[in-house]
């Protein structure tokens, strides 16, 4: 019988060994076949891109050549893994640096798995960290890093940047690495863009309520609410939007750090001022690009010269939030007869808020983190722009500012000339020099993007998925606002605690 | 001579045949059950899944002063508590019902079979088009005349689940305890009838005992069923349903999607420890109510 019991321990082993390996070797398989199919497509991208570099429109091209020439790293040898949310292989600023970084250094090889479903690409991911599979980069696209951070899975990063001598913090936007700290003032996840909140507001509004927030500095969705209830009730306007952006879970986003204290684990939602506040949010009328479902808020589309569109289509709309670089950028050109103010930062806690699309970071199962770091700095670094595919450049960075001052410069000039031109061809007329005035709207743009901001994190969707059923059905009328409080009160407990 | 050595290949030969037809169901044992559940331990017992520091029963302990375990915990043993006793006095009753009848037994047996075969989406579908706060149960109350609510966010929401728990676990019972109402002797019966024995005599020293192992297995199998319901419950109220609902999955399904292995596997080890105490005390009890009835 012993013998027998050996034998069966023996056949489980066997057994086991050999599942590993073919699991393996399937893994293999995969990311391999998803890399020649980039290289297909990236072919036909990088053959564009090569003779950009050589024009010589491009002046600053030459310096990842450069760097890379320089750089005592021509030895980088090693293979990593890097999962991204991204259905569109082409314009993906991963696939396009990753193909530049094997060509500059030979020995190293670059597998990428791509996802097109957040759902599905949420969960693979918390399975491979957990299961210690996960690739050596991840994308956080929607994926609460936070948590991650704390339960020791991701690496710091200050560290590595700090280790790194070809690394110069001061050509990028240091605030924003700063915003991304955590309470220790860890960094474990890199932005490669990000976007600051803001909104602009119609100009005659501005001035009949004294609400002239340009000059403030910024305004607070809190500001921004008790401004429109006092609106409702003195322009007597039962049509009256707020903005085509605000729905009830809007307060929430932004007013978060008022509501709960995640440090102490303390939830500030069943107080006589937030029970004011849901009243006011109830008062909030949805323009026609937004719907309120149980199931979350619409949203509205966005596109060049759209702010003038929705305040001219809709003299109801008070605020029209700028959500892309395109969107930011025309509202900050001084175009004539516009009837919106400048870009407004959106507050919280007194503090501009900003969010990033595009962070990445490094798993701490990683085998090589000076070579992930390494690819992490590339993708930040300088790089050759094609001028004329603006669409194109600003999906690179996921329609977000780059974290790299020269690429934010080059990005916001071409964006800047694309707008002017499009709003000459539009209608729009501006007077002064063009280049003076792209200048001007650069500088006054890296001003804001160079401001100390607060980042918007991403456990704020699970949140939101968390209360909005409640809030919902307070909406529809079917709780009151002390039931609703009560329970939203009791499950952001449960969350924070667990 | 021969004849006992053949006898005795003739055993090994056999032991050989069952421990090769067993292999299977074994390897699966191991492989899915056993093996998973040691290396769920491991995770318990140390820090991440990237330093793996031993940190002994410290996630345990963590996992237990939780708050929100805590309240996840009390919700499942108190539905437990009540809901597995309403099943198996519900199954009872009903059992006893359908074996009194005379016609169309079967039927109406196979009524409380049929929502067991349901699948939990399709179950879910019926409930809330009932308790939906425009359902079918608030569309009976306005018409009466009486003050409606939102069933499925108020505090009644733990007897909703309930009510469902036993609609889909009912079936099984009945059809246990039918087996084991049709098992006693009715010469038991009639004798205890003769010697002018009551009903409720004849109930308590005669139904109650020879029902007693069945009850068991029936017991047995509504508490595994009452882990079972935490399906439904995702699909009504999500990850993060009210406070009377929040279930010990619930805490475990957070976790999970949090990546955090550690406190998942914590009170994995928990659950399991309590169900095993669970079947230990109940194996108990019915071999010492056995021996006493005997």
């Given at each position: 019988m012993n013998k027998f019991l050996k034998f069966i321990l023996v056949i489980i082993i066997t057994m086991g060994s050999l599942t590993g390996c073919s699991f393996e070797a399937k893994n293999d398989e995969l990311y391999n076949s998803k890399l020649e199919e980039i290289t297909v497509h990236l072919n036909k991208y990088g053959e564009s891109v090569d003779e950009l570099i050589k024009s010589p429109q491009n002046g600053n091209n030459s310096t990842q050549k450069e760097l890379a020439t320089d750089s005592t790293d021509s030895g980088l040898i090693g293979t990593l893994r890097i999962s991204v949310m991204w259905p569109d292989h082409e314009t993906n600023l991963i696939a396009v640096a990753a193909k530049k970084f094997q060509a500059l250094y030979p020995e190293v090889k670059i597998q990428i798995q791509f996802h097109d479903d957040v759902l599905k690409y949420q969960a693979q991911t918390s399975v491979e960290l957990m299961s210690n599979t996960a690739a050596d980069i991840i994308d956080f696209f929607y994926i609460p890093y936070e948590r991650y951070a704390a339960a020791g899975?991701?690496?710091?990063l200050y560290p590595l940047m700090n280790a790194?001598?070809?690394?110069?913090?001061?050509?990028?936007?240091?605030n924003v690495f700063e915003a991304f700290e955590d309470s220790q003032n860890g960094l474990f996840a890199v932005p490669l863009s990000f976007i600051f909140n803001s909104v602009s507001m119609r100009q005659d509004f501005m001035k009949s309520f004294d609400a002239e927030f340009e000059n403030r500095g910024g305004i607070s969705y809190q500001q921004m609410l008790d401004l429109y209830v006092r609106a409702q009730a003195g322009m007597e306007?039962?049509?009256?939007?707020?903005?085509?952006?605000?729905?009830?879970t809007s307060w929430f986003e932004f007013e978060w750090d008022n509501l709960v204290d995640t440090r102490n684990k303390k939830?500030?939602?069943?107080t006589p001022e937030f029970l004011s506040n849901l009243e006011k949010i109830k008062r909030i009328k949805l323009t026609e690009n937004v719907t309120q479902t149980k199931d979350g808020p619409g949203v509205i589309g966005s596109g060049y010269f759209i702010r003038d569109e929705i305040f001219k289509r809709n003299p109801a709309v008070l605020f029209v939030l700028n959500s892309s670089i395109e969107e930011n950028i025309q509202t900050l050109l001084p175009f004539h007869d516009m009837i919106y103010s400048k870009p407004i930062p959106i507050l919280s806690d007194g503090m501009p808020t900003m969010y990033a699309p595009f962070v990445l970071g490094i798993t701490n199962?990683?085998?090589n983190k000076e070579l992930a770091w390494k690819f992490l700095s590339y993708c930040m670094a300088e790089r050759a722009l094609p001028v004329k595919e603006v669409d194109t450049n600003s999906f690179l960075f996921r329609l977000g500012f780059p974290i790299n001052k020269q690429n934010f410069r080059k990005l916001v000039q071409a964006v800047a000339n694309d707008t002017l031109s499009k709003g000459g061809v539009a209608g729009y007329s501006f007077s002064g020099n063009r280049t003076a005035v792209i200048e001007e709207s650069m500088a006054q743009v890296e001003k804001w993007c160079g401001m100390k901001g607060k980042v918007m994190q991403m456990d704020l969707n699970l949140f939101l998925d968390l209360i909005y059923p409640d809030l919902y059905q307070f909406l529809i009328g079917k709780q009151t606002a002390e039931q609703t409080a009560a329970r939203i009160q009791t499950k952001t407990e449960i969350y924070l605690n667990e | 001579m021969n004849v006992t050595i053949r006898s005795r290949n003739k055993k090994k030969y056999r032991e050989w045949v069952l421990w090769l037809l067993l292999l299977p169901s074994l390897m699966g044992m191991l492989i899915f059950y056993l093996l998973p559940f040691f290396l769920s331990m491991y995770y318990a017992m140390i820090d991440n899944v990237v330093s793996r520091r031993f940190v002994g029963l410290q996630n345990f302990i963590d996992t237990f002063r939780n708050l929100s375990f805590q309240r996840a915990l009390k919700n499942t043993a108190f539905f437990i508590l009540v809901g597995v006793p309403l099943n198996l006095i519900c199954s009872f009753i009903i059992a006893s019902l359908l074996k009194k009848m005379t016609k169309l037994k079967g039927f109406f047996g196979l009524i409380f079979l049929i929502p067991m075969i349901i699948p939990a989406g399709a179950v879910v579908f019926v409930w809330k088009s009932i308790f939906d706060v425009n359902g079918i149960l608030n569309w009976v109350l306005y018409s009466v005349g009486l003050p409606m609510k939102n069933w499925l966010e108020s505090e009644w929401v733990l007897g909703i689940v309930i009510i469902i728990f036993l609609w889909k676990n009912i079936g099984i019972g009945m059809i246990l305890f039918w087996t084991g109402l049709n098992r006693i002797p009715k010469t038991y019966y009639e004798v205890a009838r003769v010697e002018g024995g009551s009903a409720m005599r004849q109930f308590f020293n005669i139904t109650l005992v020879y029902i007693m192992p069945t009850g068991f297995v029936a017991a047995l199998l509504s508490i595994i069923n009452s882990f079972k319901i935490f399906k439904e419950v995702f699909l009504l109220?999500?990850?993060?349903?009210?406070e009377w609902v929040y279930l010990l999955q619930h805490y475990m399904n957070n976790q999970f999607l949090a990546a955090n292995a550690q406190k998942l596997s914590a009170s994995a080890g928990i659950i399991s420890a309590f169900i095993v105490s669970v079947l230990f005390f109940f194996f108990r009890s019915q071999r010492k109510l056995s021996e006493h009835f005997s």
């Open positions: 899975l991701l690496a710091d790194d001598d070809s690394f110069h913090k001061e050509d990028y936007f240091v306007d039962e049509n009256l939007y707020m903005s085509e952006f605000a729905s009830a939830v500030y939602m069943n199962t990683c085998q | 109220f999500g990850n993060y349903p009210s």
